[in-house]
């Protein structure tokens, strides 16, 4: 079956620090790869997605690579900023249901 | 600018006093997603439709039912409901099974 397993947080960086959160999957076929992020009492937000292996997704200084011999997308940031605390989910599609599959989400706060 | 709304974004009810959340769309997508989202948790599909066809999981307590009179709007009936109940629950669209999921703000419910 499908699933998502995803680093467990939370995660706490200071500002401008490296982040990764760890992301692997399993899937049948060939599934699209997305990162959410959720701010305190709001919705998820679409942050990148990558639709096939090697396609890199990126927006906002953030990046995720699909790794399809990792069965991986891990989600990195060079340089966090305060505005980025947040809680980040990972998430497939298979492309046969209409089915999303998230992690267990990972937070992060930044500290000024 | 395009858009998923949820409506109201904060819900008290009684416990056993039926509710209604409301979602609208303007991006006209074919499908339509309810989430359920209870505190640092991932989000839990409870159903969707595409276009007009429902599709349940099979998790699904009978409680929760679903209308959608047109493309537009989306609703969730909670028929009686308990305290275990209160959450989050989110609203989703998509073009299409696999692609990209927008996610509404939220409507969170807090039972009494």
């Known amino acids: 079956g499908n699933s998502v397993t995803q680093m467990e947080g939370p995660v706490t960086l200071s500002e401008e620090a490296f982040l990764t959160i760890n992301c692997t999957y399993t899937?049948?076929?060939?599934?699209?790869l997305f990162w959410y992020v959720q701010y305190p009492g709001e919705g998820l937000q679409l942050l990148l997605k990558?639709?096939?292996?090697?396609d890199k997704g990126s927006n906002k200084g953030f990046e995720a690579t699909y790794r399809k011999e990792t069965t991986s997308f891990h989600l990195e940031k060079g340089s966090v900023q305060v505005s980025d605390s947040a809680v980040y989910f990972c998430?497939?599609?298979?492309?046969?249901?209409?089915?999303?599959?998230f992690g267990t989400g990972t937070s992060l706060t930044v500290i000024p | 600018d395009a858009m998923v709304i949820q409506n109201p974004r904060y819900q008290v009810t009684q416990f056993g006093k039926p509710v209604t959340l409301s979602c609208s769309q303007t991006?006209?997508?074919?499908?339509m997603y309810w989430y359920q989202q209870k505190s640092s948790q991932a989000p839990k599909l409870l159903f969707h439709?595409?276009?007009?066809?429902?599709?349940n999981e099979a998790d699904t307590p009978d409680n929760f039912q679903s209308r959608r009179p047109n493309t537009s709007f989306c609703f969730l009936d909670i028929r009686s409901p308990g305290l275990g109940d209160a959450a989050m629950y989110l609203c989703a669209t998509s073009t299409r099974s696999g692609s990209s999921q927008y996610f509404g703000p939220g409507t969170r419910l807090l039972v009494l």
């Open positions: 990558a639709t096939k292996a090697d």
């Open positions: 439709y595409y276009d007009k066809d429902f599709n």
């Open positions: 991006l006209n997508h074919n499908v």
């Open positions: 998430a497939l599609s298979d492309a046969i249901g209409n089915q999303f599959y």
């Open positions: 899937a049948t076929g060939y599934p699209s």
